[in-house]
């Protein structure tokens, strides 16, 4: 059986995508990009249940960003679980679901399946967050988010075959804290601006909504190099996955799969606000996945 790699980035839009240069050398170039892919709601929380129960959220019930509790309740029955089944080694390392990830429930114990379960859980800054793991919770002081799941990954890939590695950073969710070495990185990228000066057309909820002054421009076109720089260290965790697999031998046995949550907003729609993603804009809904693997062609 095929090894398989699942790397989901957190709040990255589609057309970050070329600013990522290992994600297209190792993934695009030798794999194939899927350029219609749409998640299932525009939040992270309805997605991420959807990826581990093969639901939509019609079906599994999430419908909110998930701080305030979840409807999500059995954990036992998900993907880790049926790859189990069938013989899989599975493992997390990152983000979970934001509920069962938050500061006041700290993680919850590794549920069927997954054998190895690193669950990210609240972070105080780029180098201090708390880690849930099978015996219990851990701060983590001192190394990058991205440092430490390329570690941990590492570790779980040198395992028995055949495995699925759930590999999910937090990184670039705002409020941005980039790696010490991509402080000032992208220090003149610029987004294409999308006014909306005549709104008439839009839903009433948009309408409402005043335009986008010049200042509140300038603070997005900031977040988007704060969003950047949080990029480069999952580019990083990209590299760093497929150099290691490349070394041990298991690339070409190996399915990558590179995608992310959901997008976000960069003041179209006259939205504003680092995180702004909910809502049926294409903004918001469409994701990149990128896919490399024995079986895929270019």
């Not at 069962?100 to 967050?129: C, H, N, Y």
Request: hydrophobic share 35%; net charge negative; proline share 6%.
């Amino acid at each position: 059986m095929t090894n398989v790699v699942l790397i989901m980035a957190d709040d990255m839009r589609y057309d970050h995508l070329p600013y990522l240069a290992n994600v297209r050398t190792l993934l695009q170039e030798p794999g194939r990009t899927f350029t219609g892919a749409r998640c299932n709601v525009a939040l992270c929380q309805p997605n991420r249940i959807g990826l581990f129960t093969g639901q939509l959220s019609r079906d599994h019930g999430e419908l909110g960003i998930g701080y305030r509790g979840s409807a999500f309740e059995d954990h036992d029955n998900g993907v880790a679980r049926w790859m189990s089944d069938t013989g899989y080694r599975c493992g997390l390392m990152g983000k979970y679901i934001n509920y069962w990830d938050s500061s006041f429930i700290r993680g919850i114990d590794a549920p069927k399946g997954w054998k190895t379960w690193r669950q990210l859980t609240s972070a105080k800054s780029a180098a201090e967050w708390d880690v849930h793991e099978e015996i219990g919770s851990f701060t983590i002081r001192d190394v990058y988010q991205t440092d430490y799941l390329a570690e941990q990954a590492a570790t779980f890939m040198d395992g028995k075959d055949p495995w699925f590695c759930y590999l999910a950073p937090q990184n670039p969710h705002a409020p941005f804290s980039p790696h010490p070495r991509d402080l000032h990185a992208w220090p003149h990228e610029r987004f294409r601006e999308v006014p909306l000066p005549d709104a008439s057309t839009k839903p009433p909820w948009v309408q409402a909504l005043p335009e986008l002054t010049l200042d509140q421009w300038a603070a997005l076109q900031q977040g988007f190099r704060g969003r950047l720089r949080e990029l480069s260290a999952v580019d990083r965790l990209v590299g760093d996955v497929v150099e290691h697999l490349r070394k041990a031998g298991t690339l070409d046995d190996t399915v990558i799969i590179f995608s992310s949550d959901n997008g976000v907003h960069q003041g179209e729609q006259r939205r504003v606000g680092e995180g702004t993603k909910a809502g049926p804009y294409d903004v918001g809904l469409r994701v990149p996945l990128v896919v490399r693997g024995p079986v895929i062609k270019a």
